[in-house]
């Protein structure tokens, strides 16, 4: 059963910077797409980024240029550098792990959540 652990979350004052984890487990994920989403208070999750496995990046138009993420297949673990925080980017993020396709459109996120991190972007 694929299981995966965020972490790195916190509390950070605007124009700041803060660096997720997730450690993933259960399959070998190098052949996988990795991604984060993000889910704020009221709000449905929503997407955040994604690498394929070839290394690829995608990103959703409102952290573009500001966050970066970056996958180690030796240690199946998945980051995500956040710079330039904002106050909008307060939620709970969590990993995914899926299969991709031609476009983001067609990737296929598999149904397991981890714990999620909190991050807190004060203004």
């Known amino acids: 059963q694929v299981h995966l652990v965020e972490s790195g979350g916190g509390l950070v004052q605007a124009g700041g910077s803060l660096r997720l984890s997730c450690a993933a487990s259960g399959r070998t994920f190098s052949t996988y797409a990795m991604g984060w989403f993000r889910q704020a208070p009221g709000k449905e999750r929503e997407f955040v980024a994604a690498?394929?496995?070839?290394?690829?990046?995608l990103y959703a138009d409102s952290v573009k240029g500001r966050f970066t993420i970056s996958r180690d297949n030796a240690k199946n673990t998945v980051y995500l550098q956040m710079n330039s925080l904002k106050p909008e980017d307060t939620a709970v993020y969590y990993c995914?792990?899926?299969?991709?396709?031609?476009?983001?459109?067609?990737?296929?996120?598999?149904?397991?959540w981890g714990q999620g991190t909190q991050v807190t972007v004060s203004s």
């Open positions: 690498i394929r496995s070839g290394g690829v990046r």
């Open positions: 995914a792990t899926g299969l991709q396709g031609p476009q983001l459109s067609d990737f296929v996120w598999d149904d397991y």
